[in-house]
T-cell receptor, first 117, second 110 residues
């Protein structure tokens, strides 16, 4: 099945610094990728839709200047958390669907656990 | 009211039991329904993906969709300790966005 790889799997950073998270589709091309955030014992909340070659679409309440998304190629999307604060500590998960398969479901990466100290 | 409601549990069963996990949804525009399994500190893993009302079986897992009552279920037969995880139901509408339930934490005791 379709494989989505996410890196790093965990990161600790100091308050005020920026962190970049990478999401790659390993064996398929993805014109669209999705970024989710999950707080402990909560469900996944969609943050933004990443579109290859164009601007990302952010969900209501998500600061686009804080969560920078770049989808520069058909297999790579990056999420940069700028000027991170402790309240940004969370589990960030990307997902993509295989465009070669009709009605393909979403496949998820293994997530990145961000801790801001 | 959330668009997808799921009892968060926790649910604890003995090994070998049949597990029933359920969700309800309110948006008639939802067309596709999924069940994901999520182990601690891992991303969700797709278990089942269904479109129409009825049953879909894959090994020990059966997904059931009843669009008339807006009810989706996942049954796990002969449950194993390795099935212990959080199970997330999800629904997708025409905008290709997924709406997730809160997840049910399942523990299968040996």
């Amino acid at each position: 099945g379709a494989v989505v790889s996410q890196h790093p799997s965990w990161v600790i950073c100091k308050s005020g610094t920026s962190v970049k998270i990478e999401c790659r589709s390993l064996d398929f091309q993805a014109t669209t990728m999705f970024w989710y955030r999950q707080f402990p014992k909560q469900s996944l909340m969609l943050m933004a839709t990443s579109n290859e070659g164009s601007k990302a679409t952010y969900e209501q309440g998500v600061e686009k200047d804080k969560f920078l998304i770049n989808h520069a190629s058909l297999t790579l999307s990056t999420l940069t958390v700028t000027s991170a604060h402790p309240e940004d500590s969370s589990f960030y998960i990307c997902s993509a669907r295989d465009g070669r398969v009709s009605n393909s479901p979403l496949h998820f990466g293994n997530g990145t656990r961000l801790t801001v100290t | 009211q959330k668009e997808v409601e799921q009892d968060p549990g926790p649910l604890s069963v003995p090994e070998g039991a049949i597990v029933s996990l359920n969700c309800t949804y309110s948006n008639s525009a939802f067309q596709y329904f999924m069940w994901y399994r999520q182990y601690s500190r891992k991303g969700p893993e797709l278990l089942m993906y269904t479109y129409s009302s009825g049953n879909k079986e894959d090994g020990r897992f059966t997904a059931q969709v009843d669009k008339s009552s807006k009810y989706i279920s996942l049954f796990i037969r002969d449950s194993q300790p390795s099935d212990s995880a959080t199970y997330l139901c999800a629904a997708e509408g025409s905008n290709y966005k997924l709406t997730f339930g809160k997840g049910t934490l399942l523990t299968v005791n040996p």
